[in-house]
């Protein structure tokens, strides 16, 4: 009989082996449909940085952008550009402003029409929202709609991106994101640096172990009841490798039903995947979808090597006409199995040891690959927590049984000392998961994060608008402040000419008069009454942004002083953005950058590329900890099936179900204390590097989600072992110990 009708006929007439293999089939469809995620996911991050940060302008290429002179002078070839933000409410809108040659053969991305001066190109959400809200609120600060931004111009469906036409002069002027440039060619790029790419494949590495380690504790769910029948073939004459080949059949082909349902699971999910909120937007479906090619390769290499590793550690075992009788001891783990590990470590440490060599000015550091050796490092210090774990568990065993005190300890670390790869493998899974989740809410503290909005008595109201005018316009500030008062919603508009020279510790400061200042919130009628006597007040510049005011008396400014223009409303969002539109329209020329309110800042800092890291980190935390969660399942399960012949003998002679239940306790604590600490020492360590390697700042203590999520990890060790300790007892209780 061939391999594979002897494999299904084993199997066919098994009740329990049937729910084994659905267990392998469910589990490595849930792997398949991960790894194909992230795996999509990953690079679908680069994709859309590149369709969207063509609007940047921060390319250095110098045939590609130059500096915008006052001189220069625009031909067929070339256009100049500057890229600004506006808000609407809680929204960032990236603007692009573009001025050519009404010949100009320069392209904008996603669209064959280039805007003239009052004309704009938009992103199809941003086209929606314009036309869903009054023009006094939006629509009337850029003029007429030539045309919509294809989707492969865009970062998703829900980017605001609009690209607009204006004067040469304008473009000049206008003090935006980036400097005024003449480029040739609009070109986004798919990492703002080398550091964020280091940092984004260490990232997707770290949950990618996480994923591939579940698929291969899946795959070896019930190994002890395999054994079992395998020993039965080999009473009735089969070799060891017909057996080997029997159990690489049965594994190949439950692993290939697996991945092929994955697949489609995968293609389920990606619906649902697409709705999570990355940088400006959602993703659109098509990101998600990962080629044809990795597809296959993947339902074609999970099966082989879920094979071949089936058949080789079956070939190894050579199992035995009494192979199920009794469990083999396993060879001891040598001392080996910690150098991956020191070398990750000992790699990481070279790491931080050649960018403090960078920094003090070596030529040589400089020239050292330190992120392909950062990267390297990463990987081996992750996977070398998995070979030095069986070893750590059986010195801790070892050391642990000499001061055993009961029969469950002596039992239990009895069999960590013969048994510590199995043992471990239980918690393995775990433990990856606790040191991706831990590299993550680390790495994230470097981040700056979400300013706090501070509110109350002299804070700036959130939704006051400012904006900087031209230096030379101060005088046109006073007709401009009266047109803006008699929008419906402002309840005052003040013109605040630069202070600075008031500072004894040569800070920024601004003049206000004491009237407006009150209204603004700078102070009330409980102030000192030095400052109420006083006509002018001058106040902080850090008051624009998150700090309370400081206000101090002051001498009327000089006349042709710089001025801020501030505006305030009543706090409706109609109210603020009509303001935001007539503050743009009411001063052409005067005013250079469009109006901001520290809600705005917020937005802002938000959408920065190290808070989108952030970002992608939790994603990272959670996938990792839900990881966890199955595999230690996955892997309580299978040692509760390993175990349950050496349960019943022990049982069957008398021992207590209290011991057994403590000496089943023993066995999964144990290797958790031991390398759960190391586990998160390492990636602590690891993320220091990661940041200190590949940026000037540091790290801090992780945020309090962080210890939620490991005390989270932590609880399902205390319920793996419950539900362990009380499905041991269950499954012992009247169970009957056959020797073949």
């Not at 001063?587 to 520290?598: D, E, F, K, M």
């Not at 200190?692 to 989600?705: E, L, Y």
């Given at each position: 009989m061939?391999?594979?009708?002897?494999?299904?006929?084993?199997?066919?007439g098994d009740r329990v082996a049937r729910r084994r293999l659905a267990g392998i089939t469910a589990g490595?469809?849930?792997?398949?449909?991960l790894f194909l995620l992230l795996a999509a996911a990953a690079q679908a991050f680069g994709q859309r940085s590149e369709r969207s940060t063509w609007t940047e302008l921060m390319l250095t290429n110098p045939g590609v952008m130059q500096q915008l002179e006052e001189d220069t002078v625009l031909t067929p070839e070339t256009a100049a550009a500057v890229s600004a933000t506006d808000h609407y409410e809680d929204r960032l809108i990236t603007i692009l402003m573009v001025a050519t040659t009404p010949d100009t053969r320069v392209r904008i991305p996603g669209s064959d029409v280039v805007p003239r001066p009052g004309q704009y190109l938009s992103s199809p959400a941003l086209a929606e929202l314009i036309d869903a809200v009054p023009a006094d609120q939006l629509g009337e600060r850029y003029g007429e709609r030539v045309g919509v931004l294809s989707d492969d111009a865009i970062e998703g469906p829900d980017s605001l991106v609009l690209v607009l036409g204006v004067e040469q002069s304008r473009v000049l002027e206008w003090e935006g994101m980036s400097d005024p440039q003449v480029v040739t060619e609009f070109i986004g790029y798919d990492y703002a640096s080398a550091a964020y790419r280091i940092v984004a494949l260490i990232g997707a590495i770290a949950v990618l172990i996480p994923v591939l380690l579940l698929i291969a504790i899946v795959t070896g769910l019930g190994a002890a009841q395999r054994a079992e029948r395998f020993a039965t073939l080999r009473l009735i004459g089969a070799t060891p490798g017909r057996v080997a080949r029997i159990a690489a059949a049965e594994t190949a082909v439950t692993a290939l039903l697996g991945a092929m349902l994955g697949v489609v699971l995968y293609l389920l999910l990606i619906p649902l995947a697409a709705r999570l909120e990355i940088g400006s937007s959602t993703f659109f479906p098509r990101d998600l979808l990962t080629s044809p090619g990795v597809i296959g390769a993947t339902v074609v290499a999970v099966p082989l090597m879920a094979a071949a590793v089936t058949w080789w550690t079956t070939l190894r075992a050579d199992v035995g006409p009494l192979g199920a009788s009794r469990?083999?001891?396993?060879?001891?783990?040598?001392?080996?199995?910690?150098?991956?590990l020191l070398l990750g470590l000992a790699g990481l440490t070279t790491v931080r040891i050649l960018t403090s060599t960078v920094e003090s000015g070596s030529g040589w550091a400089a020239a050292m690959p330190t992120g392909q050796l950062l990267v390297a490092s990463f990987v081996l210090t992750m996977l070398g927590l998995l070979w030095a774990g069986p070893l750590l568990t059986s010195w801790a065993a070892r050391l642990a049984q000499r001061r055993a005190r009961n029969a469950a300890q002596?039992?239990?670390?009895?069999?960590?000392?013969?048994?510590?790869r199995a043992t471990f493998r239980a918690v393995g899974g775990l433990v990856v998961a606790v040191y991706a989740?831990?590299?993550?809410?680390?790495?994230?503290?470097?981040?700056?994060?979400?300013p706090e909005l501070h509110q109350g008595r002299g804070y700036l109201a959130p939704t006051t608008l400012y904006t900087l005018p031209e230096l030379d316009a101060a005088t046109e500030l006073e007709q401009v402040a009266n047109r803006i008062a008699q929008v419906e919603g402002v309840t005052a508009v003040a013109v605040a000419p630069d202070a600075s020279g008031d500072s004894e510790d040569a800070s920024m400061r601004l003049a206000l008069r004491t009237e407006d200042a009150r209204a603004l919130g700078a102070f009330d009628a409980d102030s000192p009454g030095a400052v109420e006597d006083s006509e002018w007040v001058s106040v902080g510049w850090d008051w624009l942004l998150n700090e309370a005011a400081d206000p101090r008396p002051y001498t009327a400014p000089e006349a042709d002083a710089?001025?801020?223009?501030?505006?305030?409303?009543?706090?409706?969002?109609?109210?603020?953005?009509?303001?935001?539109?007539?503050?743009?329209?009411?001063?052409?020329?005067?005013?250079?950058?469009?109006?901001?309110?520290?809600?705005?800042?917020?937005?802002?800092?938000?959408?920065?590329?190290?808070?989108?890291?952030?970002?992608?980190?939790?994603?990272?935390?959670?996938?990792?900890?839900?990881?966890?969660?199955?595999?230690?399942a996955v892997s309580t399960v299978s040692s509760l099936l390993a175990r349950r012949r050496v349960l019943s003998l022990l049982r069957l002679v008398g021992m207590p179900q209290r011991t057994l239940r403590h000496a089943v306790a023993w066995e999964m604590l144990l290797p958790v204390?031991?390398?759960?600490?190391?586990?998160?020492?390492?990636?602590?360590?690891?993320?220091?590097?990661?940041?200190?390697?590949?940026?000037?700042?540091?790290?801090?203590?992780?945020?309090?989600?962080?210890?939620?999520?490991?005390?989270?990890?932590?609880?399902?060790?205390?319920?793996?072992?419950?539900?362990?300790?009380r499905a041991a007892a269950r499954m012992v209780a009247s169970a009957t110990v056959r020797f073949e």
């Open positions: 061939s391999t594979l009708p002897l494999a299904r006929l084993v199997v066919a490595v469809m849930i792997g398949v449909a469990e083999r001891r396993e060879r001891p783990p040598r001392l080996r199995s910690l150098l991956p002596v039992i239990g670390l009895g069999r960590m000392v013969q048994h510590p989740v831990t590299l993550f809410a680390v790495a994230i503290t470097a981040a700056a994060g979400i710089a001025a801020m223009l501030l505006v305030a409303t009543d706090g409706e969002a109609a109210s603020v953005e009509r303001a935001r539109t007539a503050m743009v329209n009411s001063a052409p020329g005067v005013i250079n950058q469009y109006p901001i309110s520290r809600v705005d800042n917020v937005v802002t800092s938000a959408s920065a590329l190290e808070n989108q890291f952030a970002a992608l980190g939790y994603i990272g935390i959670l996938i990792a900890a839900g990881v966890s969660a199955a595999a230690l204390v031991t390398v759960l600490a190391l586990s998160i020492g390492a990636a602590v360590y690891t993320a220091w590097v990661v940041i200190v390697g590949t940026s000037s700042r540091g790290v801090g203590w992780p945020a309090g989600s962080y210890y939620v999520v490991l005390g989270a990890c932590l609880a399902l060790v205390g319920v793996a072992v419950l539900a362990s300790t």
